[in-house]
């Protein structure tokens, strides 16, 4: 039971990825995204569509000579009204091809359309212009909660200043003052011998599965399967629930990039610790380095800026190793004399598992398992990131500072594991589940998290192992982790709707309170 959300296309495998940046063109060579449309008003556009389908759609008509006597002929008034009508409502629908149920966008997925989400390059090569362009109209992110104002809002924060401060009535207000706080997204990290049937030759993730009896751990219910790791990404990061935004990109595209800035965990540590993002990949993956940016990462640093490109893979389009990112991540450690809050995104593991290894790991049963192509190179790569893990954490003792690590695997492997054995396990939430820890230098009393606990809701098990103060929100966000499970909207859930539709698109007028540690 490891994996993540279905619903999403696959990601690239290395083949399809240029690894390099292309040469300086004479020209922007960009594609046209929603971001395109912030430059004039919605309504402008829709009136230019109109315009254009209407001067199509009435050329030939308008050419119709009248009547020696008594006007134009009854038809062609009638056809130049039908062509009027028949280019607004083409102009509304496709003005909304984002909006759920929208009839075009449906014709579009009838064809098999598949949207490129990660990369709206690709997205325009596969989908065309016309496709790629309406997938990227504009549309509302999130739909306004009823009852939303400054004030309710901000009526919702002090409530939640209140609980957060007898919260840090036993917390330590400077436990992280002079702490590095590494978060580690594993891709397509999961634990495959929790699969009921999987019978392997070799345990793949020894020392990680040791270390979770050792320290604060637990399963993470994901919001992935087989792709999307920066809505993960950004679910941990932000305490938002990607899953009340509306059908459109991706946050990271949609929202984030294009922000200013965006409310993110990294606002406790501006001030105090040098951030650094770390992701040895391509920075417009997801738009994954504009988002960076808004969240406020001091430093950045992508698949053209890392100072290692090692891989554990002979095979040239194998991705860079774990190893790799990070021997980075302790070259900014040792680097910056302040301490420093990291986020590590790996790329080892991440598609394109078949012939990757020499050594793949046997899978003994069952049989669809035995023939899945790439599921036995891909445990292997699985070995060689836990491996990577334990080295890591052996260069965290030996380097002397206090440091505390959050480690999550993000969604299950793209096509390797068969759908029968997803299908045959006990739980209904087995594809959507990794494993997940909190490590510190200091140590962390072992803890094994019972449940299954939501992205949004991870950044808050640091808090809890290492006792620092929380915020309003992350108050909010303890509420929601205890909260049992139930069918409907509870109350908490609109609060917390209330909140985050006023961070994300909203005013923003309770941004500050929200994310500020209450004054003891």
Partial sequence: ATA????????????????????????????ITSDTFDMLPVSVAVVGI????????????LRVPPAPRGGLPRWVVWGRVTAVVVAVVVAVLTAGFNNEGNPVRRAFERTGSAWIVWSQNENYRVNGFVGAFLFNMPSAPMNEPEGYSRDAVLAIADRYADKAHEVNRFRDPDVLADTNVVVILGESF????????????????????????????????TVAFGGGTANVEFEVLTGMSTGLFAQTLPPYQGLVASADTFPSVL????????????????????????AYRAFGFDETKFQDTVGSTAKVSTV?????SDAAAYEELLGDLEEHQEPVFAKVVTMQNHAGYANLYPDPIPVLAPDSAKDSWGLSDYLRGLS????ALQGLLADLEALGEDTVVLFYGDHAPPSVIPADLWDAQESQTARYETPWFVWST?????????????????????????????????????????QPPSEKPTDLDRLHELLQYDLAVGGRHAAEALFTVPAP
């Fill in 267 to 290: 606002s406790r540590f501006e001030g105090t610790h040098h951030t650094v993002g770390i992701h040895p990949f391509v920075a417009d993956f997801y738009r994954r380095g504009d």
């Fill in 384 to 387: 060689h990131a836990d491996a």
């Fill in 442 to 482: 200091e140590g962390v009393h072992p803890t094994r998290h019972q449940g299954l606990v939501e992205p949004t809701q991870l950044w808050n098990q640091v808090l809890r192992a290492t006792e620092a103060p929380i915020t309003p929100w992350e108050a909010l966000l303890l509420e929601l982790e205890a």
């Fill in 50 to 61: 109109v315009a254009w389908l209407g001067v199509l759609g009435m050329g030939t008509l």
């Fill in 316 to 320: 040239e389009t194998a991705y860079i």
């Fill in 190 to 221: 999961i634990d495959p011998l929790r699969l009921e049937g999987l019978e392997l030759g070799e345990d793949p993730i020894p020392f990680t599965r040791a270390l979770m009896d050792d320290t604060m751990s637990g399963t993470m219910h």
């Fill in 4 to 31: 993540p959300a279905a619903g999403s296309t696959a990601e690239p495998s290395a083949a399809s990825t240029p690894s390099a940046p292309a040469a300086p063109q004479p020209y922007r060579n960009e594609q």
